[in-house]
């Protein structure tokens, strides 16, 4: 129940969305596995492999011998991150569900801040924003930028929440939360789909904190283009106005 008194956390499901990372999958797994909670609680893992076609379904056996505590899903064909995610929740045991991207862009180590609002039983929802910290930040593509302004105001306006960054690839959630709401859009449709589903849950409670942001060129592999971006102002007329 939202807001209740006393919150038992046991263990925490931490999805993974994969698409042609075999670059950085070693790495983000070994981050992931080293970062702290600050508190005994167990770890899950859930990759879901969106059938990536580089080579990095090869590493997920070594993975899985290695580390007890990872799931691998290997989708059967390429159907989008937020599919992805959706498999990935229904699968999901843990009472909080904490989204990790494969690419290196977003820290581990910085779980204990995303997490705190809600082990402390204050947060039902909480983002990570990429505008409020003083962290480390790389420096890349105005546009990208501005697009990402315009797109998080135009939710807001929707929402009549005063979120920072709808489009952060750092989203937590209680799981009885996001296992509630019935999410449609495969691709990165599903950031402002869930922002806007979970604006309409009474008496949520969302908050932000501030991260860092180590993101990557295109030539280092980033997949999100302008396409991606109308497709995102689509759904956030779609799921808050139509």
């Not at 080293?34 to 879901?48: H, M, P, Q, T």
């Not at 937020?82 to 009472?95: C, H």
């Amino acid at each position: 129940m939202i807001g209740e008194n006393t919150l038992k956390i046991e263990k925490i499901s931490i999805i993974i969305p994969v698409y042609n990372e075999k670059n950085t999958l070693l790495k983000i797994i070994g981050l992931v596995q080293e970062a702290s909670f600050g508190a005994k609680i167990k770890r899950e893992l859930i990759i879901v492999d969106d059938f990536s076609t580089d080579g990095t379904r090869s590493l997920y056996p070594k993975l899985t011998q290695r580390y007890k505590n990872i799931k691998v899903i290997l989708l059967k064909k390429n159907q989008g991150k937020g599919f992805a995610l959706q498999t990935g929740f229904k699968v999901a045991k843990g009472q909080i569900i904490l989204i990790q991207d494969a690419d290196l862009e977003y820290d581990p180590s910085e779980y204990p801040i995303l997490l705190e609002p809600i082990l402390s039983n204050k947060a039902d929802v909480v983002f990570g924003s990429r505008f409020l910290s003083p962290k480390p930040h790389r420096v890349l593509y105005f546009y990208h930028y501005v697009a990402n302004k315009l797109l998080t105001y135009a939710s807001n306006i929707c929402t009549n929440l005063n979120l920072t960054d709808i489009e952060t690839g750092y989203k937590v959630f209680r799981s009885e939360i996001i296992k509630s709401i019935k999410l449609k859009e495969k691709g990165f449709g599903f950031e402002p789909e869930v922002t806007a589903k979970i604006s309409k849950i009474p008496k949520i409670r969302i908050y932000e904190v501030g991260i860092s942001y180590y993101g990557r060129t295109y030539e280092e592999g980033k997949k999100i283009k302008l396409k991606d971006a109308l497709k995102t102002f689509y759904c956030i007329l779609k799921y808050n106005l139509l």
